[in-house]
């Protein structure tokens, strides 16, 4: 069986079943943690360390975010579309762009996607999506950090796009074939370049 390990410390303190082909792990503000399972088009609601819920959501579910409503985001990759769950319960299908895999929200509960076929971020604002703002090529992994900037990273084009409110300010040339990013309560963002086995770290304050 698919599975989710939850590490304490160092160690993997419990190994949990999920479903199938787990792809996005998020975990919301009361500490519960949700995987998005893209071969079995569900969503694993984890309480301690036991699943309680199993949501059926769009096709191919790949990135997940919670926001801090407590609401969680899912990027259905194969439907191209973004499911909002309240509680248990999908409320929400918002059409975006060409097959969604980066999701994040921002400190303002807006939430943004990157749309790996179409190059593109949406922002929702609401349900509703507000702005689609053109960026690198193939982008998967997105973040916004402590101000409200998001930073994305382009798989195809081996950079990280930042918007500001909805502008590109810049893009920066990192390492081969990003994937993941975050920031840290410094303000660096980290993106992780599955293709050269790399680590890029940004800081924008230099």
Do not use: C, L, M, Q
Request: charge should be positive; avoid cysteine; charged fraction near 10%.
């Amino acid at each position: 069986f698919p599975s989710h390990d939850k590490i304490v410390g160092t160690t993997v303190v419990n190994t949990i079943n999920v479903g199938g082909s787990p792809w996005g792990i998020t975990s919301d503000s009361s500490g519960n943690v949700w995987v998005a399972n893209s071969n079995s088009n569900t969503v694993s609601k984890i309480v301690g360390t036991t699943v309680v819920n199993t949501i059926n959501v769009g096709g191919n579910p790949r990135g997940i975010t919670s926001d801090s409503s407590g609401n969680v985001w899912v990027a259905n990759s194969n439907s191209n579309t973004v499911s909002k769950i309240v509680g248990t319960t999908v409320v929400n299908t918002i059409n975006v762009g060409g097959s969604p895999r980066g999701i994040t929200s921002d400190s303002s509960g807006n939430v943004w996607v990157a749309n790996s076929k179409s190059n593109t971020v949406s922002k929702i604002v609401g349900t509703t999506v507000v702005n689609t703002i053109n960026v690198g090529g193939s982008p998967r992994g997105i973040t916004s950090d402590s101000s409200g900037n998001v930073w994305v990273a382009n798989s195809s084009s081996n950079t990280v796009s930042k918007i500001v409110g909805t502008t590109v300010v810049n893009t920066i040339n990192v390492g081969g074939s990003p994937w993941g990013i975050t920031s840290d309560s410094s303000g660096n963002v980290w993106v992780a370049n599955s293709k050269s086995n790399t680590a890029s770290v940004y800081r924008d304050w230099e």
